[in-house]
Nanobody, 117 residues
Framework: QVQLVESGGGLVQPGGSLRLSCSAS????????MGWYRQAPGKQRDLVAT???????NLADSVKGRFTISRDIVKNAVYLQMNTLSPEDTAVYYC???????????WGQGTQVTVSS
């Protein structure tokens, strides 16, 4: 099994920045995809960004130019640098892990990001 531990959420003012971290426990011999999803109250869980173990990244249009996703292969960790935050970014952010070619998703516990003045 893969266990995910998230950290880095909190309260930030509009225009501010936060950095989320997610660490996956275990040793992996196969390729994988890690990413971040977010869910605001009353809304669906949306994909924010993904990064593969090979370093390929994808970002949702709503965060392009503001967010950056990166990974540390040695640490099996993924990071989400969030800049120029706005109230619309307020949500619970969930870390996701999936082995490449597999259908099973692993989820972190979620971390709250609140953007408010």
């Amino acid at each position: 099994q893969v266990q995910l531990v998230e950290s880095g959420g909190g309260l930030v003012q509009p225009g501010g920045s936060l950095r989320l971290s997610c660490s996956a426990s275990g040793r992996f011999f196969d390729s994988y995809v890690m990413g971040w999803y977010r869910q605001a109250p009353g809304k669906q869980r949306d994909l924010v960004a993904t990064v593969t173990s090979g370093g390929s990244t994808n970002l949702a249009d709503s965060v392009k130019g503001r967010f950056t996703i990166s990974r540390d292969i040695v640490k099996n960790a993924v990071y989400l640098q969030m800049n120029t935050l706005s109230p619309e970014d307020t949500a619970v952010y969930y870390c996701n892990f999936r082995f490449f070619g597999d259908t099973r998703d692993y989820w972190g516990q979620g971390t709250q990001v609140t953007v408010s003045s």
